[in-house]
């Protein structure tokens, strides 16, 4: 996987070609999130198999809040390269934890997304010159923060983890104020492939960690603010 994306991000910089003159975005922006139920599969850390439908619940008012951002290299053709980061949440319902042995799940401090994105935007394309659409796309890894206790375990699993490949879909528009700030409207969604370990209990001898595979959709529109230079 690791060699998969070191390829794309390679490939990136090798089809970047070179830019008489070029604009650099940096964005910022909230939203509303929400995340496709799925199937959950795996292995407790005392060797208990589970195979289970979760109803995620992505609760992106909750603290901390739903958000993300972007830097972009915009060309004079339109065509954009940059990095964006988004911070999603993907929460077990308590009843459907407990159904697979756990007492919580919950990568609520982040089932963080992380992209390199190409995008392609039509400048001025309405209302003489102050809308902008644009569509979009990237490839990247989910590095959610991992809160989980086993039923009747001595410990918590609690931290961030590297967890499979992630990749992304973007669709919006921007309207400008002038030639340095503008507002933007946008949907988005993420999908990922999470392999997440389950810490196994010390308390135990030479107990193995557990895992849990999921894969994760999400489902955004977000409302931002973007500044050019």
Avoid: C
């Amino acid at each position: 996987m690791l060699k998969s994306i070191k390829a794309a991000l390679i490939a990136l910089v090798i089809l970047t070609p070179p830019a008489t003159a070029a604009e650099f975005e940096l964005s910022l922006y909230l939203g509303t999130q929400s995340v496709r139920g799925s199937n959950a599969s795996g292995a407790l850390p005392d060797g208990t198999a589970f195979d289970a439908d979760i109803d995620w619940e992505g609760n992106p008012f909750d603290a901390p809040i739903y958000y993300g951002g972007r830097a972009m290299w915009w060309q004079d053709n339109g065509i954009g390269f940059g990095i964006e980061g988004t911070h999603t949440k993907a929460i077990a319902p308590d009843a459907q934890a407990a159904a697979i042995g756990l007492d919580r799940f919950e990568l609520s401090d982040g089932h963080n997304i992380f992209t390199a994105n190409i995008m392609k935007r039509w400048p001025g394309a309405f209302n003489n010159g102050r809308f902008t659409p644009y569509v979009g796309g990237g490839i990247g890894i989910a590095v959610p923060h991992v809160d989980a206790i086993v039923s009747g375990s001595t410990n918590r699993t609690f931290g961030f983890e590297v967890t499979g490949p992630a990749v992304r879909g973007i669709a919006g528009i921007k309207y400008d104020f002038n030639d340095r700030w503008a507002i933007f409207t946008e949907y988005q969604f993420t999908w990922s492939d999470n392999d997440i370990t389950i810490e196994a209990d010390p308390a135990v001898l030479g107990q193995p960690d557990g895992e849990l595979d999921t894969e994760l959709l999400t489902h955004a529109v977000n409302v931002g603010i973007s500044y050019s230079f």
